[in-house]
């Protein structure tokens, strides 16, 4: 009888979600994905693990409830198969907080976290949104106003209890985003999410000089950021391996040595930027700031 019932379920699950993956294939997203579902989901990524079927790319499991383009599925696939220690986030460069890549795990899935953001409005106004959200209020997210620099990172980080192991870093300050990651040493995420400069091609790992006070729009929207080799080489140097990236290439994932490399094994960066998107991005938008100052790393 318990066989049975088993089997009823699968078969079930599999008429659910078949449809999904086929959905996310040939859209290349699906928008608020709400709790339930992505329960579902969660327990069908890791049924097929546990039953050795093939498992869905990236390009496959995006959907996006609160990120900006399709991380929350992908950040929700990744968890889902190595599991969490703390559910633990830290988040740099969050704007109000009700777009980036750790709102859906704070409202859906009940994760503490950190945020950061550099603009004092955005911050009041995120903390009156999770103040009002019916699935936080209880315990918001400590929502911090700080303008982010090597000098200060861990210090803050620290002084909002937080450190040692966590299961969540992400980081988009449209700057030093690069130099932010090398200096974080306080804590210890299992997963690196950062924003990449897909303008570049896989080999060259550039980034800007580090400048305290830098702003992208100052000089030119696209004089920015490292390139996805630059953070690779970090990446290695820290002790993680590029993982994936979302299908432009401009959000990279990375995970901790010794956690899950028998699901998600390093993969290359070109193969993270064959998106038309990056294609013409280098043919087209590199050209207007391939001279200014760029620091090889």
């Known amino acids: 009888m318990q066989q049975r019932f088993k089997r009823a379920l699968r078969r079930a699950l599999d008429r659910i979600f078949l449809p999904y993956f086929s959905h996310i294939n040939t859209s290349g997203g699906i928008s608020r994905v709400d709790q339930g579902v992505q329960v579902l989901l969660a327990l069908k990524y890791r049924e097929l693990h546990r039953d050795g079927r093939p498992l869905p790319g990236f390009d496959q499991v995006g959907f996006r ?3 900006q383009n399709e991380e929350d599925g992908i950040i929700l696939f990744i968890f889902s198969l190595i599991g969490t220690t703390n559910k633990k986030a830290v988040e740099i460069g969050v704007g109000d907080g009700t777009e980036c890549n750790t709102a859906n795990l704070i409202i859906n899935h009940g994760w503490t976290a950190l945020l950061f953001d550099g603009d004092r409005a ?3 106004r995120g903390q009156e949104f999770y103040a ?7 315990f918001p ?3 911090v106003h700080a303008w982010i620099e090597m000098e200060n990172v861990n210090q803050l980080i620290r002084d909002n209890r937080f450190q040692g192991e966590i299961d969540l870093l992400s980081i988009d300050i449209d700057g030093n985003d690069y130099w932010v990651w090398k200096a974080i040493d306080c804590i210890q995420p299992r997963v690196v999410v950062v924003e990449c400069h897909n303008i570049w091609g896989p080999e060259r790992a550039v980034t800007i000089p580090y400048r305290r006070d830098f702003n992208k729009f100052n000089l030119h929207p696209d004089y920015s950021g490292a390139s996805l080799a630059a953070f690779v080489k970090l990446g290695r140097e820290k002790g993680y391996r590029l993982v994936g990236c979302n299908r432009y290439g401009f959000n990279a994932f990375f995970i901790r040595e010794g956690v899950g490399e028998q699901v998600f094994p390093e993969v290359p960066a070109a193969q ?3 998106h038309p998107q990056a294609l013409l991005g280098r043919q087209t938008r590199l050209l207007e700031v391939k001279d200014y100052e760029w620091v090889e790393v």
Not at 132 to 138: A, E, L, Q
Request: hydrophobic share 30%; with cysteine.
């Open 132 to 138: 009002r959200c019916p699935d936080t209020w209880v």
């Open 141 to 143: 997210p400590t929502f």
């Open 272 to 274: 993270c930027l064959n």
């Open 65 to 67: 409830s609160y990120s």
């Open 122 to 124: 955005n911050v009041l």
